[in-house]
Structures are given as C-alpha cells and as structure tokens.
C-alpha cells in the first residue's frame, strides 16, 4: 500500500505526527511525507520513510498511492493535493474557522489536541487509535553537558510568546540557587538578553542543530518552556516539567501530549490574543504574570 502525507510546516507539528508515522512504518507501508527542507532531521532513523523536499515536490505528481493525506490544509497544499494521483483523499480538521471565531468572538470551543485532529483521518482508512505520543529517533550529542540540569526554554519564534523579563529573572533566580539551568533558543534569541546571569546559568541558545536539541532535551531533568516546540520534544521522551501558555492557549490543540509536562494558562480577558504567537503585546504580557514558585 502506498501512501504520501503533506506537512510542510512547522516543527512542533512535524514532531505531533512522528508517532503516527512510526506506526504506519511498523505496518510495512510505504510511506512518502513532504515536508521542508530545513525540517527533514526530525525524521532521521525511520526506517524505509521515504522523504521528499517541499521545495523538490514535482517529483511526486507523476506516482499512483492508495491514499493521500493532507495534514497541512492550506492553499499551497490543497493545489498539490489536486495534482496528486491517488484513489482516495483524506484531510485532517484543523478547525481553522472555529479557532478563529473563538478567538475574536470567544464563542465556546472544545478543547481538542492538534495529535488527535492529525490522526483522525489514518483512524478512519484502518480503524485503529492513531493517537500516539511523538517519536524521536535522532538525537545527536551535544558536548559539554552537566550531569543534571533544568532545562529552560523561555523563548519562541514568536516573540509574543517569549517570557516577559520579570518572569524568567524570577524563575532563574529560584531554579539557579542550588541547580544548573541550560537556556535553549535559535540563533536570533541569542539577541535577547537575559535577565540574569551567574555561574549556574549556562545558555547554549543558537548553538545546537535539531537533532543536537534533542539530546539536550532527552538528557535534562526537568523542562520550564513557553508553548514552543520543545514542549513536543519534551514530551517525546517523557520528561516532567510546565508548559506556560501566554497569548495562546491550549484550548486550541497545541498542548504536548500526556500528563507529565504540566500546562499553565492564566485565563484572563486578553487572553488568547493569537493562534499562534503573532503580534505585539499591548499589555506588557499580563498574561504570564502568574505565581511561579513552584517546587521542583
């Protein structure tokens, strides 16, 4: 049986269907993901996971597959999916128009994970769970490492959802007193500066590659992140810790999966602001001024 899937973007999503594709490679299907060119590690180490560059994707219009699935639902990939030869089409649900309307209108709206929402289209072609927690396969060490650190990862690519200043100079100064904390973030939240700094602080951001990442994720002891993609990381490989929501809420689907990594969300009027971190704050991010003494 032959099957291509679509998800061109973003990380934190690619990560979401990681489990779902390992269960289909363990059915000994064949399967063809298009994704980014930039986001192809995440899959290094599935076996026989044929992979082609969204930005090299002509190649798959002249090929038959079974089914097709369409989990990225947006323009450039409904065109392709009209191109793609296949005997069935199946799209996920994102709820875009719902989100949306909850967002400005804040019509209710039931809390669904975006796993869920990606697995609902393969629970309908074989009748199984597809429900399944990330799969990483791929980390690559990373040098240098203390024996046991909390791994903090107050930034985002949405700087909307970076930490306001007061709260991560309020969690390093707990978390450094007696314990080791490494800073995770790409290469242009190396320009923020940190709120403090002292010998139990390490910042490593912009210095790992994904798979790099990985490893320093897989070998912390706790996790502290806003709602990035290291919280799909962390939950890949179990790891206990908080997810702090701001101007986005897990209402919307992005939450990891699992109960280990713990979500907090301060539910105040102007809050959500964003489906995903887009924007400006207007309010000096009210929203993550919530009380962070928390024991660990």
Excluded: W
């Excluded at 799209?91 to 949306?100: C, L, P, V, Y």
């Excluded at 396969?137 to 909390?150: C, H, M, Q, V």
């Excluded at 309020?170 to 190396?190: A, F, M, P, R, T």
């Amino acid at each position: 049986m032959n099957i291509i899937i679509l998800r061109f973007s973003s990380g934190g999503d690619l990560i979401l269907i990681t489990g779902i594709i390992d269960k289909l490679l363990k059915k000994n299907l064949n399967v063809t993901l298009v994704v980014k060119k930039r986001f192809k590690e995440i899959f290094e180490g599935f076996k026989n996971l044929r992979i082609i560059e969204f930005e090299e994707h002509e190649e798959i219009l002249g090929k038959e597959y079974d089914y097709a699935f369409d989990l990225q639902k947006n323009l450039r990939s409904f065109f392709m999916m009209r191109k793609i030869k296949a005997k069935r089409k199946f799209f996920a649900n994102k709820r875009s128009i719902k989100r949306r309307i909850h967002l400005y209108f804040r019509f209710p709206l039931r809390e669904k994970s975006f796993i869920k929402i990606f697995a609902e289209p393969f629970e309908r072609v074989f009748q199984e769970n597809f429900y399944l927690r990330p799969v990483l396969k791929s980390e690559k060490e990373f040098k240098g490492l203390p024996e046991k650190y909390i791994l903090i990862a107050p930034f985002s690519s949405k700087p909307k959802k970076d930490l306001s200043h007061k709260v991560l100079k309020k969690i390093l100064e707990n978390e450094s007193k007696d314990k080791i904390c490494i800073i995770v973030g790409d290469k242009k939240s190396k320009e923020k500066k940190l709120p403090l700094i002292n010998k139990n602080i390490i910042d490593i951001r912009g210095e790992t590659s994904l798979r790099e990442l990985f490893y320093v994720v897989k070998k912390s002891s706790y996790i502290i992140t806003v709602d990035s993609m290291i919280s799909h990381i962390a939950s890949a490989y179990e790891k206990e810790g908080f997810v702090i929501f701001g101007p986005t809420t897990p209402l919307y689907g992005f939450y990891p999966y699992g109960d280990k990594l713990k979500v907090i969300h301060k539910k105040i009027p102007c809050s959500p602001c964003s489906l995903h971190g887009e924007g400006i704050c207007l309010f000096n991010k009210k929203c993550y001024e919530i009380n962070f003494n928390f024991k660990i």
